[in-house]
């Protein structure tokens, strides 16, 4: 069993900052992309950002220079900073992660169960 746990949403004012962090825990042999996508009230879920195990990164038009991704492979963790908010980042932010949980057994996609970021004055 894999479990990818999120934390850090919250609400917050436009212009704040939100550090988001996802954990992966269970059988696992390696991780190699991890991201973060969001899904907002009535639109589909969308890309934000990912990261290669070697740190390599991509971002979303829409984020870039406002939000940071990062990693520790020792621990298992993504996180996503977020600066210079606004009302049109509110949405569920969902983990990703690729990973392949023995030597023998192919990569496979896992999700976390959503965190809930509200940017509102």
């Known amino acids: 069993q894999v479990q990818l746990v999120e934390s850090g949403g919250g609400l917050v004012q436009p212009g704040g900052s939100l550090r988001l962090s996802c954990a992966a825990s269970g059988s696992i042999l390696s991780i190699y992309v991890m991201g973060w996508y969001r899904q907002a009230p009535g639109k589909q879920r969308e890309l934000v950002a990912t990261?290669?195990?070697?740190?390599?990164?991509n971002y979303a038009d829409s984020v870039k220079g406002r939000f940071t991704i990062s990693r520790d492979n020792a621990k298992n963790t993504v996180y996503l900073q977020m600066n210079s908010l606004q009302p049109e980042d509110t949405a569920v932010y969902y983990c990703?992660?690729?990973?392949?949980?023995?030597?023998?057994?192919?990569?496979?996609?896992?999700w976390g169960q959503g965190t809930q970021v509200a940017v509102s004055s």
């Open positions: 990261i290669t195990r070697g740190g390599s990164t």
């Open positions: 990703n992660a690729n990973i392949r949980r023995t030597i023998l057994a192919p990569l496979d996609d896992y």
